[in-house]
């Protein structure tokens, strides 16, 4: 190993008197002389949270038959059911009018209605608009809007915003044709390459009060992605039901969960005839998006897709791209909006668990990641603080007020960040018990601000608290009401977010179950909970049997005494006898309870687990037409709440159901997983989904939260999460704990990570922005970066960190190495090793081997590419005041690129901020300031890989020392705090080591 250092000159960058910088980090802490012994005594916690009066639950218990709903049977599933295809006459076309902008006509039933799964609309209103250089969008709507038949539910653009035609564009690239032959069909085609993206020619449109069809053929081998929100791999099969419909389920594969996303990604891959070495394909993309409200299936086959709505009407929006990014910013920018900016905070470590029980314990936890010096940025309580499941309230007892300016003080004081988790749904107290009153409700129901029946009564489910009611976001003061409570709160507990549950909307009965039984509030959800009753979980990750046998037998021996005791109780019921309900349409009556075209929902009857479709809102719109918003409008009550909390600073949301367009408010996690290791791999497709949802702030339960997990598990989850935006460790109540430090294994693992996620803040801040400013994604599939590689178009077993940060995981147990590809080498791209900051050399297309004992994960650096780097403080408070670094990855032909930006990280409006863009080329990285934002920290350590030959190290021109260059690795180091100690980013510089 040669190494050379350089004469010592010292220079000052700025003209004015050197600051101290005072770079101090607290992470100096030895956590390898803590034993971390994996604790097995948490498996007996318990519900029976001491002190909550928990014994009330004992009262009544609502029976579980509450929340059955009807038997019913998919329609895909259905062998009687009727192809609405086969027996519906379609559309002719008449009236049309053209011009430049698009064209209008009507569409007139050709025949007799079929009524197939609704009444038939005899005439419709078709309108196509060119509306921007990107952007075209097909709308046909009832021609007829009865008012006597309140059968249409036609969105509101003040509840999600329809994109609007540009006053001016340039060319588009995508057509519009359309036939009436044999009945009214339409297509879209990408002008420049005679590509037909979207046709129903041959299939029939069907348009009914309840029931929407429209079918396209698709290529053979088709690449589509997005169609959330779902448990899935990133590209879409192609035999899969695309249920959207929001629902309260623990991540079952395949099935809609929580949140509703109409759009999806299409990209289609072409031989290029180049064979000059590089890669022979190019893509197209283009993406799809429909503005409906609906309960929707989107059924995808080997060569179609066909897209099934319960109403409203086809607001269908295509961005032509041509690129993924192009289409996501496309889509972003014109339909749902840009994704909220986080504040720096947010990037930290952030822990959480339902079960922590009081003040004291949540203390404890904090002070026990400082002693493990693991990094905690904000500690999160799940409903266990609450006052007998009540929003808004601090249990008396566990979560006393008087615990809290002591919790408080020195959590911010710490640089410390709190997040309560905040239920949808509103306790309703027992009206013969004075004591029972809940003012959170008493003030909501003054206002008016809760759903109601159809007969005006209220409308009343039941959620953790006992029976409930649900606030009604379209009523005149809802919003208002959220917000004051919000503000009243947080005189008494300073929270730092909201972490917003429950919101599908969930409700544990069918209907309003509580009409008639407040008199026996509070009561028990008609299930028991963990670790209640026997509920206990035995369950582990696959591979627990090899790293903890004996763990592993004696669960599994009480696993299976426990199902002994159990199966006595389980009733077979006969199969063949079933029957279903089925129900057909009424004429000008719709069916909102049982439709009769029956979507594949995961709860099955519409009403179950969730508010019921005839819930009715102030404005007498019925749940049933709304149902896929709640979730989206508590989002926007929230962050309203968090403006009024903290004016001018940016709202910290985390949210379980979303809708296209939340994204501008919240971020998202994946829900209830399982400490499972292909749930595991499923968080890097829901991540990437989500990226195309607009949604970036994104991250699952790191080590699972149902079931317990084990070391393996949780070591490699943690370290993978670690590149995920929100990075969050819960679990669910009386599973084992899995706080990192509770093994050493997982401790040091996550030591590992955090140091690089931390060191990499400043980069992920950065992509924050340009997400946030331009709609650009922060998690990328690998196909996204490289367009040209068919072969890369299903892979979601790694990604990339914006545009740079390769991560390669380990996904399953008991291995020491993972297969990875690295992508562009066959166009000349270069990877170094995270590392040994080498490169790597591996050959174009083929899964190489990669090194991966536990406790590592393979990150590569893209070459060309310049990322900012911070050194890690304990909290991020602490690494924003530490010196900056810099790694320059250079390119085969010696460049690289990159971007800094850098604000107070915390104002909506920054009154200054800083956006310096680097390039290297030809021996030199120049550094380009712009903003007048003041930051101090000077330049410490800037490391350049793949230099292959080195001259005198200068900076603007002055020689400087201290620079070591290794010819083996080719890595060039040098530390520049002296000579920049009044701040990096002071002005403009230029580094040359040629
Ligand atoms: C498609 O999926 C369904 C439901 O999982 C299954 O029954 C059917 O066999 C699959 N068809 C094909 C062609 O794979
Ligand atoms: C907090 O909870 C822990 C765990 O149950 C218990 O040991 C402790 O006594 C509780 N402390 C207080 C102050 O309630």
Redesign the pocket.
């Known amino acids: 190993m040669a190494r050379s250092s350089f004469i010592r000159t010292a220079l000052i960058l700025c003209p004015f008197l050197a600051l101290t910088t005072g770079q101090n980090t607290s992470s100096s802490a030895d956590g390898s002389s803590h034993s971390a012994t994996p604790t097995t005594a948490d498996a007996e916690w318990s519900t029976t949270v001491a002190g909550t009066p928990t014994k009330f639950r004992s009262i009544f218990t609502i029976p579980a038959s509450a929340d059955d709903g009807a038997n019913l049977l998919p329609n ?2 259905d062998p009687k059911a009727v192809n609405a295809q086969d027996i519906c006459p379609g559309y002719k076309v008449s009236q049309v009018q053209e011009d430049e902008h698009g064209l209008t006509a009507v569409l007139t039933l050709a025949g007799k209605p079929c009524n197939a799964y609704g009444n038939d609309i005899k005439v419709l209103n078709l309108k196509v608009e060119y509306q921007a250089a990107n952007r075209l969008v097909i709308n046909i709507s009832p021609a007829n809007i009865d008012a006597s038949n309140s059968s249409w539910y036609i969105v509101p653009e003040d509840l999600i915003p329809r994109p609007k035609p540009d006053s001016t564009y340039g060319d588009i690239d995508l057509e519009f044709d359309w036939d009436d032959e044999p009945s009214f069909w339409f297509s879209v085609t990408r002008y420049s390459t005679g590509d037909v993206l979207f046709t129903t020619e041959d299939t029939t449109l069907v348009y009914e009060d309840q029931f929407i069809e429209f079918v396209s053929a698709l290529p053979e081998d088709y690449n589509l992605y997005g169609l959330g929100e779902r448990i899935h791999g990133l590209r879409l099969n ?4 695309a249920t959207i419909y929001a629902a309260d389920a623990g991540d079952p594969i ?1 099935r809609n969960i929580y949140g509703s996303h109409p759009f999806y990604l299409d990209t289609r891959y072409f031989k290029t005839g180049y064979s000059g070495g590089g890669s022979e394909h190019e893509s197209y993309s283009h993406g799809v998006y429909l503005r409906n409200l609906h309960g929707q299936e989107v059924q995808l086959q ?1 060569e179609s897709i066909t897209w099934r709505t319960l109403g409203g009407s086809i607001d269908l929006f295509f961005f032509d791209g041509p690129t993924q990014a192009e289409v996501t910013k496309q889509y972003q920018t014109s339909a749902i909006g840009l994704p909220a900016m986080q504040q720096y905070w947010g990037f930290g470590y952030h822990q959480c668990r339902w079960g922590y029980r009081n003040w004291t314990e949540l203390r404890e936890i904090i002070n026990t990641f400082r002693d493990f010096d693991i990094p905690l940025e904000t500690i999160w309580v799940d409903i266990d603080y609450m006052d007998q499941y009540r929003d808004f309230t601090l249990d008396p007892f566990t979560y006393p007020p008087s615990g809290v300016k002591e919790f408080f003080d020195k959590l911010h004081e710490d640089g410390q960040h709190f997040i309560p988790i905040v239920d949808s749904a509103i306790y309703i107290p027992n009206p013969n018990n004075a004591s029972d009153a809940y003012d959170t409700y008493t003030r909501g129901n003054e206002s008016g601000v809760f759903m109601t029946n159809p007969d005006g009564s209220q409308y009343i489910g039941a959620v953790w608290p006992g029976y409930t009611v649900f606030p009604d976001w379209m009523s005149a003061s809802g919003v208002q009401w959220w917000v004051n409570e919000m503000v009243e709160w947080y005189k008494e507990v300073p929270y730092d977010g909201f972490w917003i549950d429950m919101s599908e909307v969930s409700s544990f009965c069918i209907g309003s179950c509580g009409t008639g039984n407040v008199t026996m509030n509070p009561v028990h959800p008609p299930f028991a909970l963990p670790g209640e009753e026997g509920n206990v979980i035995y369950d582990y990750p696959e591979g627990f049997n090899i790293t903890n046998a004996t763990e592993a037998a004696s669960a599994s021996s009480a696993s299976s005494s426990q199902a002994a005791k159990t199966s006595t109780s389980v009733t077979v019921t006969s199969s063949t006898s079933t029957s279903y309900l089925r129900t057909i349409p009424t004429p000008g009556v719709r069916n909102v309870g049982h439709p009769p075209y029956v979507i594949s929902n995961v709860q099955g009857d519409l009403a179950v687990h969730a508010v019921s479709p005839n819930a009715t809102h102030a404005n007498g719109v019925q749940e049933y037409d709304v149902h896929n918003v709640w979730g989206h409008q508590i989002l926007n009550a929230t962050y309203q709440g968090l403006l009024k909390v903290f004016p001018g600073k940016r709202p910290f949301i985390i949210g379980r159901s979303t809708f296209a367009g939340s994204g501008k408010w919240t971020g998202h996690w994946g829900g209830d997983n399982a400490s499972k290791w292909y749930y595991m791999y499923f968080s890097i497709p829901q991540a990437l989904s989500f990226s195309l949802f607009g949604i970036p702030m994104f991250g699952v339960d790191t080590c699972g939260f149902n079931g317990n997990t084990d070391y393996e598990l949780c070591s490699r989850w943690m370290q993978l999460s670690a590149f995920f935006p929100f990075y969050r460790n819960h679990n669910v109540l009386s599973a084992l704990a899995q706080e990192p430090y509770r093994w050493e294994s997982v401790a040091s693992a996550t030591r590992t990570a955090m140091h690089i996620r931390y060191s990499l803040l400043p980069y992920m801040y950065t992509l924050f922005y340009k997400a946030h400013t331009t709609g650009s994604t922060v998690m990328r599939a690998l196909a996204w970066e490289f367009p040209n590689e068919p072969q890369l178009a299903g892979v979601d077993t790694q990604f990339l960190l914006g545009p740079s940060i390769l991560v390669t995981p380990v996904l399953e147990p008991q291995v020491d190495t993972v297969k990875g590809v690295f992508p562009g080498i066959i166009d000349g791209e270069v990877w170094y090793d995270w590392y040994t900051q080498e490169k790597v050399r591996a050959k174009a297309g083929v899964n190489t081997t990669i090194d991966a004992p536990l406790g590592h994960i393979p990150i590569f650096v893209r070459g060309g590419s310049v990322l900012p780097l911070q050194e890690p403080g304990y909290t991020t408070r602490e690494s924003r005041k530490n010196p900056w670094g810099l790694i320059v990855a250079l390119s085969e032909d010696g460049d690289a690129k990159g971007e800094l930006y850098i604000d107070d990280g915390e104002s909506l409006e920054p009154s200054g901020t800083l956006e310096i863009t680097f390039r290297a080329g030809d021996g030199k990285l120049k550094a380009d300031v712009k903003g007048s934002y003041k930051d101090a920290n000077a330049l410490g350590n800037v490391t350049i890989l793949g230099v292959d030959s080195i001259g005198k190290v200068k900076l603007n021109g002055k020689s400087i020392d201290g620079a070591e260059y290794d010819e083996d690795t080719r890595v060039l180091k040098l530390d520049l705090k002296d000579v920049t100690s009044c701040g990096a980013w002071q002005g403009s510089w230029t580094l040359s080591w040629e």
Not at 238 to 241: A, F, G, K, M
């Open positions: 895909i599933e192609h035999n899969l039901t395949d080997p």
